[in-house]
Each structure stands twice: as C-alpha cells, then as structure tokens.
C-alpha cells in the first residue's frame, strides 16, 4: 500500500472506531444515569435503546468493514504509530471473539442484562433469591452460549476471563488461588489466635451526612481528583463511570453509623477516575480512552484505597484536617486507633466490607462458582447451598440469609461473569506497583506528607497516560521488571498483618 | 407482495426505526446531561460523541436499506396498519429531506452546535456578541448549505419551516403573523391607553427556593405529572427532554425574587410533558413515541401556561394552597390580585418573560429575522442591529445590551431555525383547541374546582396519545373540524385582555 492510501485508510479506521467509542460513550452515560437518577417507571425503555445501542456498537465490531481494515492494516504493522497498533490489536480481539455471536442474541441479552438490575435489587431488598433466580438463569445460558459461539481452549470459563483480562486462564489463575489460600488462611488463623485486640467499635459512632461530605471533599483534594472533569454523585452502589479522560464520575453512598464506608469508597473510585483522568491526550476520546483491563483498574482503585488509605502514613496526615470534621465525638481517638481499626481483619458476610486480608477470600468463593456455572454443571437454584458451602471453606462463616450471600452483589445481573477475579489481580498488582515505586519514592514519607501528587505523578507516568495502549502483561512488565508475581501480595500482607497483630 | 413477507419486512423496518429511536434517546441524554449535571470539561468530548451519534441515526434515517424499505412498503401501502404507515410517512420525510447532504457534514454541524451552547453562554453572561458571532456564522452557513442540498420550493427558510411543522411555508405564515399583527398591535395600544392599573410590585417579593420548591410539587401534582416517569431538575434555560412515554424530564430555574417565573415554566413543561407521558403504550419506544411537531407540542404547553395557569379560575382554584405555603408575606393578596398580576401586558425586551398579549410580537421579531439570515442576505455582525429595529417596529422598545437583545435565546446556539414560528403557532393552536373543548367541557368551572384531570383526559384522548401518528394537519382537523385558524387566538385574546383592562 503506498503511503498515501495507507494514511486514509488510517484516517477511515480512526473514524470507524470512533463511532464504536461514542454509542460505549453512550451506553456508559446511560448506565450513570440509571445509577444516580432515572425515574424508575422508564427501565423497561432505557433497556430496549441500551439493548439497541449495544447491538450498534457490536455489528460495528464485528463488521465486514472491520474485517478488511484489520487486514489491510495487519498486512502494513510496522509502519503504523503505537496507538494505531493497539487500536488494531483491541479491535481483532474483539472481532475474532465476537463475530461468530448473532447480532441479535446480543441485543436481546443486553436488553436483558439493562432489566436485571431491577430485578436483582428488589430480589435482594425481599431477601428473595427465587424472584432472580430466573433472570440469572437467563443470563447464564446467554454466557454460556456465546461462549460456545466463540470458542474456547481448555476451560470455557476461559472465553470471560480473557475479556476482562487479556491472557488470563483459569489455569494461571487456579495456581494465583493457591499461592495466596497458602498465605492467607494461616495468617488469618495466626491474626484470630492473637491476644491483640483492635478496638473498632467508635466507626460506627454517627457522622452527619453533611460532615461526610465534607469528608468527601477532602479526600478528593488530596488525591487530586479534578472536579471539572468529574463529579461525584450518590447511589445504592459505588462506580465510577468514564466517558473519556475528560468526564469521569464517581459515585458513593453514606452510611450514618459507618463512615468509614464512603471514606473508602470515594478513595476507592478515585483510584479508578485518576487512572482515567491521567491519559495522555493523544488518545483522548479514542476507542484507547479507556483503563487496559479490569485487573490493571482495580490496581489502581486498590492502590489509592489501600495502599494509601489503609496505610498508618495516610492516617497521620489526614487525622488533623479528619478530626477537625468530625467533632468533639471522636477527639479521644488517635491516628493509630483509626489506623488499626481500618485495618481490623475477621471473616465476615460481606464482600465489599471485607478487610484487605480476607478480601481475596470473598473472590475465590465467586470464582470457584463461577467457573463451575460456566462449565454448565449448576443449576442456579443450587447457588445459595453453594454458597454457604464456599463460605465455610474459604471464610469459616455462612450467611444467614441470600441476601447477604448470594444475592448481595450487583454484577451477574449486570452479566459480569469472570469478572470477580479482577479485584484479587488488581490487589496483587498493586502490591507488585508498590513494590517498583518504592525504589523511585519514599511512599511513607511522601503519603504522610501529604505528598501524593508525587504519587499521583508516579503512576501516571508508569501507568494512567496509557490507556489501552500497551497490554496488561507488557504494562506490568514495563512498570516492574516482571510478570505478575503474587508473592509482592503475599508478603505486603504478611508484614502489614504480622506487625499489626504482633505475629512472629 | 405475499403477507407472510409483508410481515417479515414490517417486522424488520420496525427494528430499523427502532435503532435510530434508541440513538435519538441517547441524544436526548446527552442533551439531559450537559443541561443539568455533566462536568464543565467534557464539552468539547461530549460534543464529539454527540456529533458522531447524530451522524449514525442520519446515516440509517438516508441509507440505501431505508430507500429499499420505504419503496417496498409503500407499494403495500393499503395494507399495512395506521402505525406503520405513519412510520412510513416519517421516513419518508427525512429520507428525502436530507438523503442529500453528506454524512460526514452532519457530523461536523452536530458536534458544532454541541458545542456552540458553551459559546453562546459565555458571551451572553459577558454580553460580547462578537464572542458568538464566528459561531453563529458558521451555523447559519450550515443551515443554508443544508437547504441548498435538500431543495425547496419558494424560499429557502420554507425546508427549515417545514422540519418543525410540516406543510408549513413562508408564504402561509406572513399571513399568520399579519392576522395576529392586525389584532395585537391595536390591542396593546389600547391596553396601554387603559386607565385600569394593574400592580405586580408583590410579584418580586422574596420567595424562597424551598418554598418555590414545595409550589413545583403542588403544581405537578395538579396537573398530573407522573413523577414515575419523569423528574423535575434546575438548569439554566427550562425544557422538557423527552426519552419516550416513559421517560419525559423537566428543569426549572428558581430566582428569588420573582417566584412566577418558576411557577409558568414549570406549567410549561408540564404540558409539554404531559403530551409525551400520555401517549397509546402500542407506540411507546418506537419513533412514533413523541409528539408530532413542535407548533402541536407547543400548543399543549402553552395550554397549560396560559389557557389554565393564567385563568382567573386557576388562581382561584390553587389560591389557598399557594398562600399556605407563601405565607404571611402574601396575605394582602387576593386571587384575583395574583390573576391580574401574572396578566399585566406591557412591551418587554425578554420572550421568556413576555406577557400572553405581547409574546407573539417576540417571535415575530425573529421570524422576520431568521427569513433573512436564511436568504443569505445579512452578515450576521448585523444582527444586533437589526434586532433593535425590529423590536422597535414590533413591540416600541429596544434592548439596552445584546445580552438583552439578539443573545437571550438558546435556539440559535443549537441551530433551531425555523422553530421560534412554533411558540406563535402553539398559541393559536391552544386557543383553536380550547374553543374545541368548550364544546365537550365546561373548561372554567373543571378549572375552578380543580378538576384537571377532566381536560387531560380531554387532551389525552384527543390529541396526546396519537404521539406522531397522525400529521399535524389531520390532527387539528379531527380535533376542531378545521385547518388552523389564527381568529380563535385572537379573539381570545382580545376578549381576554379587554375584560381585564376594561377596553370597550
């Protein structure tokens, strides 16, 4: 191809995958709006357009049009620039996953998927597995179908994984499990055997709505979160939902007697909005616009709300400017008591108010049912008995009802199924990331200084102005010399817990 | 054709239009959005995917699939049903309409006026016309660009007439505006050669935003705004963003001291809303699923506005409720002092502020001058000074800034030209259909005694729930027995504001 014809076919390819960018935009902005504010009499509709809206964005994808710009650009690899490249390796991910799926499977199931979030909140709000069970019926046999459609090596459980992260199998991640079950079920027994006790019951002291905010605020200040690219907004489940480096919204939800809840949440999403935020703009409003996989996301939300957060650096800087908020009805409380009572490890119920060091246990439990869902060997009435059975396993606990068990997250209703294996990677590659910036950064001193622009930099640098354009194995590679390692984790967790429960 | 065919193509031309209504929805979103909430740095990014959208729903509105679909179906024209039909009818509007212009110039002209919003604003808030200019030129440019690849039959403006109001032309609304010119003018003379005096000092008395929050409810819950599927926000510029039957939203702006004009505005857009919230559920979510021009769609807001909201009955039917939640501020108040009030006729320089008797006049300001941006013959730095003639011509007063004068508008910012003729045509069709309902109701005492739902039902059955099923014509001839006739508002009008200033 001579240069001239190859720099429109280019300039065509860039448009074609900017029309795939603006109707995601689209789809993204109406699932923020469902989320915050839609009157609810309009689900039924908002489903039927985000059905459609999907069906558009994946013919688009899965087009003949398509086809033949990758293969003419394929054929012409070495003279195009980085970001042209990665635009290509993203869309022939995606063709070669999709294009054996009928358009209009996808359509109906996203239709679906837009409806069964309604479904699974009243369910879980009744304590009524069976009012989901058959929705979720519906949406797994839609995953298992198209993951028929596609194809699959080894488990087909595989087909998910590898969407949300690119190369992940069940094979890696059953020996990533093991590695850390090897670490984590002894220290939790080592943490409950200990004779030091962490006091936590001041957490559920009242905090007005009005301080927390006011919470809020400060904690976006620090982290350096940009307000006019961004809002932050509240509903019954946290996210952070990105339309491009240039409007990322978060959102939270206020609990009186548990402010620690949002604390963690908005430091939480703003891990996710920052790695948004912090693109270069090159690939501004490009189908690159986006965080590289969902294990490289959670990193980052992870980063910013444990590593940080749940760091004894961050409660000596914040105490002062938190106390001050707060009032006389915590003055009797020191950093360090804040610190230990954030970092209290026990088993529990629930997922997102688990501990950094049974966190990961929550996400086995969802990954063992998963795969076994997938496999087609479950039938969904079962999942409850399942679950309680995963529970005792892994947590030593059971629930004492669905909807603090099964029914208690939003994501198979959203049809994120191997999706749950993310957090646990994005806990391990943000103790890896850790580990690599701690030979740039004194992290300690910069975090209780209050220095987290020098943090923030860091990580935009090694990590945020990318976007898609690398891989998430070649990212992780770039940033610390190695492949994902789960032993960073295993030890970040061993030290942090031995030294806070005087383990030897 | 055999039927079993004929139902397949009906089935798949249904799932056509049913693709470019769930990218009109998500345009209409995004117009939500940057309204009301979105952050201030996304514009140029939302401006982009709104362009591209735009471009995708035109791109399937002029295909060579629609072309097929219409030519097919309309050969089977009698056999298809009142839906489809219409469907057909719509289609083939805009096919023929804009199969002309190119895509790619529909892109560019919808990210512009995505953008030119911000523009406009800007040199509104610091009244520096030349700051809107460039823009403006450019959207005039389009605009006649646009009618040059569509065609039209006498002048140019007529394409853009009949985009808001089909089978509207020039020719027929220099006539219109003569007739409503011929009464109004010597009727405001008159009104302002009146000894009566009305006094609407009270009107700018401090009322509070929580107050002016609890009359918006009382307001809703009068006129039946299901609030289910709907929700009331504040924006800058009120409108009512429509997203089918079951998704119809409104804004408000609160100022404080003038408490009316939240009042009206939300009556506004609560007929508008009305209109869309009532529709046949056999057409929700299908292009049919809005209302069927903007002149009907205004005739149902000002219906609301003006036939019942400016009535002596209504504020003898809402007067106890209100002053309860006035207050002792408004006790020396009659509801007949609050009916003369929201009356008083007098040349004003704002639209959106204007009286009943006057508000014609504003459109007919910027019909006059929309003719002649649309003949390409006025360089748009003219504007301001054609403004002032016109104002002076039409209502004896001229604007002492441009924010007051040729920038208080939104319209041109969004590129609607040819939409200000439709306020004036909403009125007169408001006033045709009440004289309609009349017959049928008896409108006062329903108002007085707070019997609304009678007149929606009235309207609902009449006129809301055919959406876009019906053209505008047929329908204002099923309603009233005849094609629109400027004399019904006109004679209420006189009638109306002679009783009020005692004009014999």
């Given at each position: 191809?001579?240069?001239?014809?190859?720099?429109?076919?280019?300039?065509?390819?860039?448009?074609?995958?900017?029309?795939?960018?603006?109707?995601?935009?689209?789809?993204?902005?109406?699932?923020?709006?469902?989320?915050?504010?839609?009157p609810?009499?309009?689900?039924?509709?908002?489903?039927?357009?985000?059905?459609?809206?999907?069906?558009?964005?994946?013919?688009?994808?899965?087009?003949?049009e398509?086809?033949?710009?990758?293969?003419?650009?394929?054929?012409?690899?070495?003279?195009l620039?980085?970001?042209?490249?990665?635009m290509?390796?993203?869309?022939?991910?995606?063709?070669d996953?999709?294009?054996?799926?009928?358009?209009?499977?996808?359509?109906?199931?996203s239709?679906l998927?837009a409806?069964?979030?309604?479904?699974?909140?009243k369910?879980?709000?009744?304590?009524?597995?069976?009012?989901?069970?058959p929705?979720?019926e519906?949406?797994v046999?839609?995953?298992?179908k198209f993951a028929?459609?596609?194809?699959?090596?080894?488990?087909?459980?595989?087909?998910?994984?590898?969407d949300y992260?690119?190369?992940?199998?069940?094979?890696?991640?059953?020996?990533?499990?093991?590695?850390?079950?090897?670490v984590?079920?002894?220290?939790?027994?080592?943490?409950?055997?200990?004779?030091?006790?962490?006091?936590?019951?001041?957490?559920?002291?009242?905090?007005?709505?009005?301080?927390?905010?006011?919470?809020?605020?400060?904690?976006?200040?620090?982290?350096g979160?940009?307000?006019?690219?961004?809002?932050?907004?509240?509903?019954?489940?946290?996210?952070?939902?990105?339309?491009?480096?240039?409007?990322?919204?978060?959102?939270?939800?206020?609990?009186?007697?548990?402010f620690?809840?949002?604390?963690?949440s908005v430091?939480?999403?703003?891990?996710?909005?920052?790695?948004?935020?912090?693109?270069?703009?090159?690939?501004?409003?490009?189908?690159?616009?986006?965080g590289?996989?969902?294990?490289?996301?959670?990193?980052?939300?992870?980063?910013?709300?444990?590593?940080?957060?749940?760091?004894?650096?961050f409660?000596?800087?914040?105490?002062?400017?938190l106390?001050?908020?707060?009032?006389?009805?915590?003055?009797d409380?020191s950093a360090?008591?804040f610190?230990?009572?954030?970092?209290?490890?026990?088993?529990?119920?629930?997922?997102?108010?688990a501990?950094?060091l049974?966190?990961?246990?929550?996400?086995m439990?969802?990954?063992?049912?998963?795969?076994?869902?997938?496999?087609?060997?479950?039938?969904v009435?079962?999942?409850?008995?399942?679950?309680?059975?995963?529970?005792?396993?892994?947590?030593?606990?059971?629930?004492d009802?669905?909807?603090?068990?099964?029914?208690?997250?939003?994501?198979?209703?959203e049809?994120?199924?191997?999706?749950f294996?993310?957090?646990?990677?994005?806990n391990?590659?943000?103790?890896?990331?850790l580990?690599?910036?701690?030979?740039d950064?004194d992290f300690?001193?910069?975090?209780?200084?209050?220095?987290?622009?020098v943090?923030?930099?860091?990580?935009?640098?090694?990590?945020?102005?990318?976007?898609?354009?690398?891989?998430?194995?070649?990212?992780?590679?770039d940033?610390?010399?190695e492949e994902?390692?789960?032993?960073y984790?295993?030890?970040?967790?061993?030290?942090?817990?031995s030294?806070?429960?005087?383990?030897?």
């Amino acid at each position: 191809m001579n240069s001239e014809r190859l720099e429109n076919m280019v300039k065509e390819f860039k448009i074609y995958t900017d029309r795939i960018n603006a109707i995601q935009s689209a789809l993204n902005l109406f699932v923020w709006d469902m989320s915050v504010d839609a009157p609810k009499g309009g689900t039924a509709s908002r489903a039927k357009y985000m059905g459609l809206l999907a069906a558009e964005a994946f013919a688009l994808r899965v087009s003949d049009e398509m086809r033949d710009f990758l293969e003419a650009l394929e054929a012409e690899r070495d003279s195009l620039d980085d970001a042209v490249r990665a635009m290509t390796r993203i869309c022939r991910r995606q063709y070669d996953a999709y294009q054996k799926v009928p358009v209009e499977e996808i359509r109906e199931y996203s239709e679906l998927t837009a409806k069964a979030g309604a479904v699974w909140e009243k369910a879980k709000a009744e304590n009524d597995f069976a009012g989901f069970a058959p929705t979720l019926e519906q949406i797994v046999r839609y995953q298992i179908k198209f993951a028929e459609y596609r194809g699959y090596e080894g488990h087909r459980y595989n087909t998910l994984l590898d969407d949300y992260e690119p190369g992940m199998t069940v094979e890696k991640l059953d020996r990533f499990f093991d590695r850390l079950k090897a670490v984590i079920v002894p220290l939790l027994k080592s943490v409950q055997a200990s004779e030091k006790k962490i006091n936590a019951d001041f957490l559920q002291r009242s905090v007005s709505l009005e301080k927390q905010k006011q919470i809020s605020e400060l904690l976006m200040e620090k982290v350096g979160y940009d307000l006019n690219r961004g809002m932050l907004r509240e509903n019954e489940h946290p996210f952070t939902d990105n339309m491009g480096k240039n409007d990322v919204r978060i959102t939270t939800h206020y609990h009186e007697n548990a402010f620690l809840s949002a604390f963690y949440s908005v430091l939480h999403e703003c891990g996710h909005a920052l790695y948004e935020q912090n693109k270069m703009d090159a690939i501004a409003d490009t189908i690159l616009d986006t965080g590289v996989s969902m294990g490289i996301h959670e990193s980052q939300s992870r980063f910013y709300e444990n590593m940080i957060g749940r760091s004894e650096a961050f409660w000596e800087n914040i105490y002062d400017d938190l106390i001050k908020i707060l009032g006389a009805d915590f003055k009797d409380l020191s950093a360090r008591d804040f610190y230990e009572a954030s970092n209290i490890a026990r088993p529990s119920l629930i997922r997102i108010e688990a501990d950094e060091l049974t966190y990961s246990l929550h996400i086995m439990v969802r990954y063992e049912i998963e795969k076994i869902l997938l496999s087609g060997g479950l039938d969904v009435y079962d999942l409850p008995r399942l679950w309680s059975e995963k529970m005792r396993e892994y947590l030593g606990v059971e629930p004492d009802s669905d909807a603090r068990g099964v029914l208690q997250d939003v994501h198979w209703s959203e049809g994120y199924f191997g999706y749950f294996p993310s957090y646990a990677l994005g806990n391990a590659y943000a103790a890896q990331i850790l580990h690599a910036m701690r030979k740039d950064i004194d992290f300690e001193g910069s975090v209780r200084s209050g220095r987290l622009p020098v943090i923030q930099k860091w990580l935009a640098e090694k990590i945020h102005q990318y976007g898609s354009l690398k891989t998430p194995s070649q990212l992780i590679q770039d940033v610390t010399g190695e492949e994902l390692n789960a032993d960073y984790y295993t030890l970040y967790l061993k030290n942090k817990f031995s030294l806070l429960y005087t383990i030897h």
